[in-house]
């Protein structure tokens, strides 16, 4: 099974710029896309039979804030996934962050989580978000539940997942309490597969900034991951950063799976 991950930066500006070719290019079991920015209603007929041809979609927009946020998950049309919109937490839920879809005992959590924003404004938001979701790993593990957790997370992990650590103490996406936050997903048996596979490899990124050239030097940032359950690891058989794909500010990732 391939699980993509890809934050597009507006559904419709993606679509612009070739989305709809590079999906079929890609041709993933299940996708997760952010920042989708709109409602389903608001896109091109056409692309919408397309799209659902192909695939059951759960779309997920805000309802906090027209074009702002979102996300959605698309599975194969027929897999037997079920998708479920929120986390069960009113305050993250009305920003359309995150989708749990199922399938047996496999668990797709996948969204686009908080930004600390600019003058760290949200990380109260933030930090909460990572507990309350912390939490739910942990009790879905106890239930037996195999996960895969993934999105933009907008947190980098380690100084290794940024090409700029000692710039960016005080920024968001790299506090000491963001990173804490993430290390709470590890502590309740999630494994970050990238950096597990490419342990002190340097200049993966999935984000860059559009100032400066920051792409075309790979000045960026790690912040879209794929996590799994600790007990999901014997069945991976690939992840990777597509960093050659255009069409955001973010590249898509990879997960595959034995199926």
């Not at 100032?211 to 075309?216: K, T």
């Amino acid at each position: 099974m391939k699980f993509i991950s890809w934050n597009v930066n507006g559904f419709r500006a993606a679509l612009k710029k070739g989305f709809m070719d590079w999906l079929e290019a890609a041709d993933p079991d299940v996708l997760s896309l952010q920042e989708i920015r709109c409602e389903w209603d608001e896109i091109d007929m056409e692309v919408r039979k397309q799209l659902e041809a192909g695939f059951d979609i759960a779309w997920f927009p805000s309802t906090a804030k027209k074009g702002y946020a979102g996300s959605a998950t698309l599975t194969r049309k027929g897999s037997g996934w079920t998708h479920a919109k929120g986390l069960g937490l009113p305050e993250v839920d009305t920003e359309g962050r995150i989708i749990v879809s199922t399938k047996g005992d496999l668990t797709f959590i996948a969204g686009y989580f908080p930004n600390a924003s600019a003058g760290l404004v949200r990380l109260p938001f933030k930090q909460k978000f990572a507990a309350d979701l912390a939490d739910i790993l942990k009790a879905r593990h106890k239930k037996g539940e195999k996960i895969i957790l993934t999105g933009d997370m907008n947190v980098a992990p380690e100084e290794i997942d940024l090409a700029r650590p000692k710039d960016n103490v005080k920024n968001p996406g790299f506090t000491p309490e963001e990173r804490e936050g993430f290390q709470g997903y590890l502590k309740a048996g999630m494994v970050d597969v990238l950096r597990q596979r490419n342990p002190g490899v340097p200049g993966l990124y999935s984000w860059w900034t559009a100032r400066g050239g920051a792409r075309e030097k790979n000045v960026g940032w790690r912040i879209d991951l794929f996590l799994v359950s600790e007990s999901l690891m014997p069945k991976v058989q690939g992840a990777a950063i597509h960093a050659d794909v255009l069409g955001s500010d973010h590249c898509p990732i990879s997960l595959e799976l034995k199926d």
